[in-house]
């Protein structure tokens, strides 16, 4: 149904590449795009990382003004879609519109993790999500002089390199044992971990935040478990995100357990109504045994394209090899494929250089490649796992043998 009238919620990476890729495979029917931030779509990643580290950085748009005119999206900016009936496929926006939808498609993202501790409210206690978010944090560095930062995940360490490098005094504390253990590889912790600390950042391991402390209603201080005081006058909170799923879950939408794992969908990204679909963050989707949901711009884009080419006609199950990057200072960190399970892992190149790739195995298989500051390594990772090729353990910790070589395997011992 190429003239379908086709609803997306959410003007994130995962809602803008759907309406841009169901333009370019010849949809036909009316496309809403609804978002309920007040700016233009734009790309999120920068904002821990070069929109914070400069007072005049604009935003970066996903599309240009004319974009969305020119492709007739009918894109509607600070709109909240509150109510969904699946039964008669509609909903209810915010702005007090009713809208039917032959396809809807929940790109929701997700939302900032919160601490439950004393002191979390206080003015200078923040998270970084969004394009508000990131302006206000932005402002507060820029008379900050004593950072903290509460989690040593992907945002707060790439926040934390950016606050360094402006001359902030600034603390992480991560309660598990190593920064990044959900993502990385022991020893790409160490690395990163290694770089920040001579940047002067000062990384705190396996300790937690117990409470802030304020004075007038701003942040003061953090008092850690051991009682420590440390001074503060921004405290960046981040520690994770959960789907947002609010809107799906009263509509009697599945999710997982409590909506905390996003909204289930099949190999073809329907929910449990097949007119309804959903992709990015908020969607947790099948991935061989199990099912994932995963934070990324590849995802995002991906599920997106994948959603766009079955309403116009060519169904395919999503099935990609997840990758990422993060930009920690001068550190440019990409991952092709996940860490999980991963009990073998062998080094390309030398540690100490600041340029090289850790293969991890479960088993004899390649799940997963990091590389530091190695993107032909990162090109040629995403390549071979694509293509389930098979490459010894051995070869790639030999720098001599060519990733450019590995073709596809002929047997493989277990899905990824
Ligand atoms: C600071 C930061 C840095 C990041 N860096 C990287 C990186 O380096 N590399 C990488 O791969 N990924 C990175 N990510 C993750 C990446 O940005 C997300 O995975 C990606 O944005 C997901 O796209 P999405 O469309 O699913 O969600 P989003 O981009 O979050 O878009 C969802 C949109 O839906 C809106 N919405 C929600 N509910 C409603 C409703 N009821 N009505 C209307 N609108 C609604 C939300 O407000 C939001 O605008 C980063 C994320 C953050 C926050």
């Known amino acids: 149904m190429n003239n379908a009238n086709v609803v997306i919620v959410g003007a994130g990476h ?10 370019e495979m010849g949809h036909d029917g009316r496309i809403l795009l609804i978002g309920d931030e007040p700016d233009r779509p734009y790309h999120r990643p920068p904002l821990s990382k070069s929109f914070i580290a400069s007072p005049d950085a604009d935003l970066d748009p996903l599309r240009s003004e004319e974009f969305f005119a020119n492709n007739d999206i009918d894109l509607r900016l600070g709109v909240r879609a509150r109510n969904l009936d699946p039964s008669t496929q509609r909903l209810d926006l915010d702005s007090g ?5 032959d396809h809807l498609i929940l790109a929701l993202g997700s939302r ?10 206080l003015d200078g206690v923040a998270g970084l999500r969004t394009a508000q978010d ?3 944090v932005r402002e507060r560095l820029g008379n900050a002089q004593h950072v903290v930062v509460i989690g040593g995940g992907f945002i707060g360490m790439e926040f934390a390199a950016a606050a360094a490098a402006m001359g902030r005094t600034v603390t992480i504390f991560e309660a598990a044992p ?10 790409t912790s160490a690395y990163l971990e290694g770089t920040h600390t001579a940047e002067g950042v000062s990384i705190q391991s396996g300790a937690t935040v117990a409470r802030i402390e304020g004075l007038g209603g701003a942040v003061s201080a953090v008092i850690t478990g051991d009682d420590r005081h440390i001074p503060a006058d921004l405290v960046l909170v981040g520690v ?5 799923t609010a809107l799906a879950e009263s509509a009697g939408i599945a999710t997982g357990a409590q909506g905390s794992d996003g909204i289930l969908v099949d190999d073809h990204l329907r929910t449990n109504h097949t007119a309804i679909s959903a ?9 061989g045994p199990t099912f994932r949901r995963l934070e990324s711009v590849q995802n995002a884009v991906d599920q997106a394209r994948c959603v766009a080419a079955r309403i116009t006609g060519s169904p395919e199950p999503y099935q990609r090899v997840p990758w990422f990057w993060s930009h920690q200072g001068k550190v440019k960190l990409q991952i092709a494929g996940l860490a999980a399970g991963v009990d073998r892992s062998v080094v390309r190149g030398d540690l100490s250089s600041g ?3 850790i293969f991890g195995y479960r088993g004899a298989d390649l799940v997963t490649v990091e590389s530091i500051n190695k993107p032909g390594d990162h090109m040629a990772a995403r390549r071979i796992l694509e293509s389930r090729g098979s490459l010894l353990p051995e070869q790639a910790a030999n720098p001599e043998f060519s990733l450019k070589e590995v073709g596809p395997a002929t047997t493989h011992s277990s899905a990824r």
Do not use: W, Y
């Open 355 to 357: 340029r090289f790739s």
């Open 279 to 287: 992709i990015g963050d908020c969607a947790r989707f099948p991935a």
């Open 240 to 244: 994770g995100a959960l789907p947002n």
């Open 134 to 136: 990131a302006r206000s």
């Open 178 to 187: 190593r920064t990044m253990a959900r993502a990385v590889s022991p020893d």
């Open 97 to 101: 519109e009713k809208v039917h939808f």
């Open 14 to 23: 995962a809602g803008v590449q759907t309406a841009a890729s169901l333009r």
């Open 112 to 121: 900032n993790r919160t601490v439950p501790i004393e002191g979390a409210a």
